[in-house]
């Protein structure tokens, strides 16, 4: 699955820089994660980084965007071409 940014977001920008693929953006009033680059870390990390530095805890699995961990290498190696 893909994550998502829910409102509790207080904009600290610890998140956006943390994100290996740049799937995280600021949006019009909180910090959105595009569902197309968002592995979850997988391919980079044990544990996806932008959860690791929330502060407020408002980062979790996006229930609109359901993908296996295969699914998620898959697209790591789509968007990193190895």
């Not at 994550?3 to 600021?26: G, H, K, R, W, Y």
């Not at 530095?53 to 968007?79: F, G, N, S």
């Amino acid at each position: 699955m893909a994550l998502m940014i829910t409102d509790e977001c207080i904009n600290c920008d610890v998140c956006e820089p943390e994100c290996p693929n740049e799937a995280i953006s600021p949006g019009d009033d909180i910090y959105i994660i595009d569902p197309n680059k968002c592995t979850e870390c997988v391919g980079h990390y044990d544990e996806p980084q932008c959860q690791q530095v929330c502060p407020v805890d408002c980062i979790p699995l996006d229930p609109e965007h359901k993908e296996t961990e295969a699914q998620l290498m898959d697209k790591y190696h789509r968007l990193t071409g190895s």
